[in-house]
């Protein structure tokens, strides 16, 4: 059983910046998704669990970066130039198996997901 917790959400003005953090058990691949209202949660980042590979959507490329600290168990996703449509409630989910092929930013192939952490960018 893989446990995780979001922390670092909250209200911040465009252009902006939030660093969000997930304390994960175990080292595993983890990536970051967002849900709007309304909206289908879509991918953001992902970070390899050995090799720390990254891949981002094209849509926060050049803007976020995720990051890990394994000592800490801590996975990160430091967010700068926020824009109004950002807002969403951010999660992070684990992906116990290491290899995901061209299905990374696929919602069904991450086995736990945390509880989700709210990211609010005023215009």
């Known amino acids: 059983q893989v446990q995780l917790v979001e922390s670092g959400g909250g209200l911040v003005q465009a252009g902006g910046s939030l660093r969000l953090s997930c304390a994960a058990s175990?080292?595993?691949?983890m990536g970051w998704f967002r849900q709007a209202p309304g909206k289908e949660r879509e991918f953001v980042a992902r970070?390899?669990?050995?090799?720390?590979?990254?891949y981002y959507a094209d849509y926060v490329k050049g803007r976020f970066t995720i990051s890990r600290d394994n000592a800490k168990n801590t996975v990160y996703l430091q967010m700068n130039s926020l824009k109004p449509e950002d807002t969403a409630v951010y999660y992070c989910?684990?992906?116990?198996?290491?290899?995901?092929?061209?299905?990374?930013?696929?919602?069904?192939?991450?086995?736990?997901w945390g509880q989700g952490t709210q990211v609010t960018v005023s215009s």
């Open positions: 970070i390899g669990g050995s090799d720390g590979s990254t």
């Open positions: 989910a684990a992906d116990t198996n290491p290899y995901c092929g061209g299905r990374c930013s696929q919602p069904f192939i991450y086995d736990y």
């Open positions: 175990g080292r595993h691949a």
